[in-house]
T-cell receptor
Framework: AQKVTQAQTEISVVEKEDVTLDCVYETRDTTYYLFWYKQPPSGELVFLIRRNSFDEQNEISGRYSWNFQKSTSSFNFTITASQVVDSAVYFCALSENTGNQFYFGTGTSLTVIP | DAGVIQSPRHEVTEMGQEVTLRCKPI?????LFWYRQTMMRGLELLIY????????DSGMPEDRFSAKMPNASFSTLKIQPSEPRDSAVYFC????????????FGNGTRLTVT
């Protein structure tokens, strides 16, 4: 079974629209960590945010915000007023305190159309 | 901080040749990971080291792949002999810890085996 599911394979939005990227995870650990990474067309993987399982507060960083809900095992990522530079593949990842690796989702390819 | 440094950025080689990919982790990070990214399989963990010692190499596809970390500032991933199906982007990443620390990725090496 997939530990991290990103059901949206591709999303296209017009510039300035808001967009939410979904991430659903699966774990039996009580302590775990969730991450989002951005992979722009240039190919590098850029760390965006880390959340631990005990902190359900939503986080906002500029136009980016993250909604962590343990009740639905989701860690969704919203970009407000999207820009062309937001075009990238976004990966959600999970690591478990008892485990030894990151579990990456399959990624969501976001295209922001000018 | 220079970040994780990988070389070369691109490698094109013929089937049967030996390929060596190089990585310099972020200073002070005690974990180093090698990942492979393909369209079909996404991001796959190949091997990771802790304090220069290989901990889990269960992701290494076969004996043609080997990885070493002779010191805290250098690691290599070697493929010998290379095959066309090894064509992928290979990422090196480092981190302070295992579960709770984000991975910091290098820019990757795009390998093409003809």
């Amino acid at each position: 079974a997939q530990k991290v599911t990103q059901a949206q394979t591709e999303i296209s939005v017009v510039e300035k629209e808001d967009v939410t990227l979904d991430c659903v995870y699966e774990t039996r650990d009580t302590t775990y960590y969730l991450f989002w990474y951005k992979q722009p067309p240039s190919g590098e993987l850029v760390f965006l945010i880390r959340r631990n399982s005990f902190d359900e507060q939503n986080e906002i960083s500029g136009r980016y915000s993250w909604n962590f809900q343990k009740s639905t095992s989701s860690f969704n990522f919203t970009i407000t007023a999207s820009q062309v530079v937001d075009s990238a593949v976004y990966f959600c990842a999970l690591s478990e305190n008892t485990g030894n690796q990151f579990y990456f989702g399959t990624g969501t390819s976001l295209t922001v159309i000018p | 901080d220079a970040g994780v440094i990988q070389s070369p950025r691109h490698e094109v080689t013929e089937m049967g040749q030996e390929v060596t990919l190089r990585c310099k982790p972020i200073s002070g990070h005690d974990y180093l990971f090698w990942y492979r990214q393909t369209m079909m399989r996404g991001l796959e963990l190949l091997i990771y080291f802790n304090n220069n010692v290989p901990i889990d190499d269960s992701g290494m596809p076969e004996d043609r792949f080997s990885a070493k970390m002779p010191n805290a500032s250098f690691s290599t991933l070697k493929i010998q002999p290379s095959e066309p199906r090894d064509s992928a982007v290979y990422f090196c990443a480092s981190s302070f810890g295992l579960a709770d620390s984000p991975l910091h990725f290098g820019n990757g090496t795009r390998l093409t085996v003809t």
